[in-house]
């Protein structure tokens, strides 16, 4: 005979976590970042083959219900002295969400991603030292464990949530496309621990950003909050500053800020004074890419 109590809760020896409550997703719209390193030219073949092989139809397959938008962003190559910006040789990934991704019942995958380390050791995550070493292990979403990944001897992996919309149009609010090629330059910044944002702001938009209102080479300016609550990420800021070309980039952003006052906190000697790749990461983009994944995507289909 069927033991009523199991048929009666179907959620039996199922942690509370995990037990679907209906109407309680949060529809909460909003943008993540994704700041892809290259470590270094070898991998580049090998990381762009994981992405568009096996990470855009794993990905699309768990996301698609609630992501409207995923898309990559190829750097254009890196500017002279982009090291210090925390500049990300490989891409920027961007996604536009429905719902928080850290849902914990999300973690719920009938087939999981395929994410071996060696992807970390080719984005600079972890050392090379654990290349083979197999499929990351989860108990839950292995691109989730991924992005959570932290080594001392790596980079730590970016992932800035921010608002759908842009929350501060600082320059050059109705330009469109027919004023010219965009070299979008998207930077986020998080400050050193024991900085107080509201002192790390001032900075930011007292000391720095009239520079780059000032300079007739940057003609865009837009800036937003990072959603900290979301994962605890470690920036505060993500920033698009805007030129024709990568000598406006440097004019701007390596010659006019020398102007600049090193702050009591800096942890480089000179401008963007913060560490490369754990409290500033950036990449130069165009406005376009083919690789709106969504839309676009129709499989590894190899030049002959």
């Known amino acids: ?27 909460e719209p909003m943008r993540s970042l994704i700041y892809v390193d290259c470590a270094c030219e070898d991998y580049r073949p090998k990381l762009q083959r994981w992405l568009y092989k096996v990470h855009v139809p794993d990905s699309i397959s768990q996301f698609e219900p609630y992501v409207t938008k995923y898309a990559f962003y190829p750097s254009f190559p890196i500017p002279p002295e982009g090291d210090r910006f925390g500049y990300a040789r490989m891409q920027l990934t961007e996604h536009h969400w429905l719902v928080s991704d850290l849902d914990p019942r999300l973690e719920i995958k009938a087939i999981a991603e395929t994410f071996p380390m060696d992807v970390l050791v080719w984005q600079g995550n972890i050392p090379a030292a654990a290349l083979g070493g197999g499929q990351l292990e989860s ?9 959570q990944s932290n080594n001392a001897e790596g980079k730590p992996f970016i992932f800035a949530f921010l608002p759908m919309w842009w929350e501060k149009d600082i320059k050059g609010k109705g330009r469109t496309i027919e004023d010219g090629a965009n070299y979008r330059f998207n930077m986020t910044i998080g400050f050193p621990a024991g900085v107080d944002k509201e002192e790390g702001a001032k900075w930011l938009f007292e000391k720095v950003i009239p520079i780059f209102e000032a300079a007739p080479e940057c003609t865009r300016i837009l800036c937003s909050n990072v959603k900290k609550e979301i994962n605890d990420c470690v920036m505060d800021y993500v920033l698009e500053l805007w030129f024709e070309n990568q000598s406006g980039w440097y004019k701007v952003m390596v010659e006019d800020t020398k102007a600049l006052e090193k ?34 995507y129709r499989g590894y289909i190899t030049m002959r």
Not at 2 to 13: G, V
Not at 139 to 147: I, K, L, P, Q, S
Not at 267 to 292: G, M, R, W
Request: net charge negative; charged share 20%; hydrophobic share 30%.
């Open 1 to 27: 005979m069927a033991d009523t109590n199991q048929i009666s809760n179907p959620t039996h020896d199922v942690p509370e976590r995990y037990i679907p409550k209906s109407g309680d997703f949060k529809f």
């Open 139 to 147: 108990e839950g979403d292995a691109g989730n464990a991924a992005r």
């Open 263 to 296: 702050p009591e906190w800096a942890q480089q000697d000179e401008f963007p004074f913060l560490k490369p790749y754990h409290n500033i990461c950036s990449a130069a983009v165009a406005d376009y890419t083919p690789s709106n994944n969504l839309a676009n």
